[in-house]
């Protein structure tokens, strides 16, 4: 598989891998953490929780809902403020939403720990401002052209744990009998519905924007390594980010097999987030 140019020197990717090796962490978060250091900053203390390493194409579309949820969980942390034409000044602390077994304000860090375990440069490939991220290894196809730019990021269990909770909450105050325990959730969900104040928010009820949520969240809770050749598909483009990282560039060829299985991928992402 060969690359084009590299993005790091010989000398500083050698660097990087013994980093890897003594602290027993992946390239990447190595990588990271060399970076820190270069520019001065402070190396974080290793995870003590358990965390999970999720492969993930950064697929525009596919991600693009993940990186609207913060209005969601804005709106069900807080009252919004709106002057006498109803233009929005603010926002007014309201205690947020009661959610049953996934309380706002924990699902909102969950939320962005996870967000901001994304590469620099994800959300401007998803605003399409930034066509390639630096430190995300693009594949190139067999012909020459883009395949898809991949990464793998390491997030807490408990954070998954805590998002995947929240997404049940919203299907269930959306179902048909939900319960007292979710009738503050029901009618919030379906307030937001009738009144998407955010241009990119869903008209509808309750059950709309529930839906809607689940698939903004399902870049990071719904594995696109899916179907007969999903685990082949998993091994196979984990081998190529490890070749590429391994040695520091920013872009492989891929043959036809590997680029047949990121096509795969893609395919389940998008129908995971709802585009097809």
Avoid: C
């Avoid at 699902?107 to 401007?124: H, M, N, Q």
Wanted: net charge negative; glycine share 10%; proline share 8%.
């Amino acid at each position: 598989m060969p690359t084009s140019k590299p993005r790091k020197s010989r000398k500083r990717t050698r660097e990087i891998r013994e980093q890897s090796q003594v602290a027993g962490t992946r390239y990447t978060e190595a990588m990271r953490a060399n970076d820190r250091t270069r520019a001065g900053g402070q190396q974080l203390p290793p995870r003590l929780a358990p965390t999970r390493t999720l492969l993930l194409p950064l697929v525009p579309d596919a991600l693009a809902g993940l990186y609207e949820v913060d209005g969601l969980l804005l709106r069900l942390r807080m009252d919004m403020v709106l002057d006498h034409e109803g233009v929005l000044m603010g926002y007014r602390d309201s205690g947020g939403v009661p959610i049953p077994g996934a309380p706002i304000e924990e699902v909102f860090e969950a939320y962005w720990r996870v967000r901001d375990a994304l590469p620099d440069g994800t959300e401007e490939l998803v605003d399409r401002t930034e066509e390639y991220p630096p430190n995300v290894l693009l594949l190139v196809g067999p012909d020459g052209g883009h395949v898809m730019h991949l990464t793998a990021l390491e997030v807490a269990e408990s954070d998954l744990t805590l998002l995947a909770a929240f997404a049940d909450a919203l299907d269930r105050a959306a179902a048909p009998r939900p319960g007292p325990e979710f009738a503050a959730l029901t009618e919030a969900l379906g307030e937001l519905g009738r009144v998407p104040y955010f241009s990119w928010m869903p008209e509808g009820g309750a059950a709309t924007v529930a839906s809607w949520a689940r698939q903004a969240l399902s870049p990071v809770l719904h594995s696109p390594f899916e179907g007969p050749r999903g685990a082949d598909d998993h091994e196979t483009l984990s081998a190529v980010l490890q070749y590429g990282e391994g040695l520091g560039w920013d872009r492989v060829d891929v043959d036809q097999d590997e680029e047949e299985a990121a096509d795969r991928v893609i395919v389940n992402m998008m129908r995971a987030a709802g585009w097809i």
